[in-house]
T-cell receptor, first 117, second 115 residues
Framework: AQSVTQLGSHVSVSEGALVLLRCNYS??????LFWYVQYPNQGLQLLLK??????LVKGINGFEAEFKKSETSFHLTKPSAHMSDAAEYFC???????????????FGQGTILTVHP | GAGVSQSPRYKVAKRGQDVALRCDPI?????LFWYQQALGQGPEFLTY????????KSGLPSDRFFAERPEGSVSTLKIQRTQQEDSAVYLC?????????????FGNGTRLTVT
């Protein structure tokens, strides 16, 4: 069974400050990992994904995440927050890297990011 | 259209009514998923289709929930005898291929409110 834990349901930062959203996963097999962003009344949009290539993954809008197997973590960061980054962020784990999974995602509970001017 | 389309965007149902939620995936996408997102929670898996075949329905919460994708494109999620606990946003997602690394493309969801 797989699970995802996002530490902190709410994170607040000032515009221009570092953004750090935490995600830890549990998986019995090498995972695929994803970060999605959800704006109000919209669906989820992919930010980035880890698929067992480089451990540091760069995504859209200046976000990146680092896969750390020893810590079972996949934290999302952005060096300088922008007002438009305010949204809810979801970490998700999928199947196994052996290619037998059809892509079913298990999501964390989400972290709401607030950006103050 | 360019993305996954869901209709209606909002649905209000009285307890006990049946509802049908529609999903138009991106053309040519093989995989289709339904998720349920309760207020303040992450999406939770309901069911998965590969083309017209429903390969996983382990997330459907009860036998009141039924999904179909008869021609391998449009899908419908039906909820019979709705209950208040069914109130949630129902998200549809599609993917061009089967596989754990394939990112899902989500629609904007249908917000169901059961009164």
């Amino acid at each position: 069974a797989q699970s995802v834990t996002q530490l902190g349901s709410h994170v607040s930062v000032s515009e221009g400050a570092l953004v750090l959203l935490r995600c830890n996963y549990s998986s019995s097999v090498p995972p695929y990992l994803f970060w999605y962003v959800q704006y109000p009344n919209q669906g989820l949009q992919l930010l980035l994904k880890y698929t067992s290539a480089a451990t540091l993954v760069k995504g859209i809008n200046g976000f990146e995440a680092e896969f750390k197997k020893s810590e079972t973590s996949f934290h999302l960061t952005k060096p300088s927050a922008h007002m438009s980054d305010a949204a809810e962020y979801f970490c998700a784990v999928s199947g196994d890297a052996g290619g037998t999974s059809y892509g079913k995602l298990t999501f964390g509970q989400g972290t709401i990011l607030t950006v103050h001017p | 259209g360019a993305g996954v389309s869901q209709s209606p965007r909002y649905k209000v149902a009285k307890r006990g009514q049946d509802v049908a939620l529609r999903c138009d995936p991106i053309s040519g996408h093989v995989s289709l998923f339904w998720y349920q997102q309760a207020l303040g929670q992450g999406p939770e898996f309901l069911t998965y289709f590969q083309n017209e075949a429903q390969l996983d329905k382990s997330g459907l919460p009860s036998d009141r929930f039924f999904a179909e994708r008869p021609e391998g494109s449009v899908s419908t999620l039906k909820i019979q005898r709705t209950q208040q606990e069914d109130s949630a946003v129902y998200l549809c997602a599609s993917s061009p291929r089967e596989g754990g690394s394939a990112p899902l493309h989500f629609g904007n969801g249908t917000r169901l409110t059961v009164t």
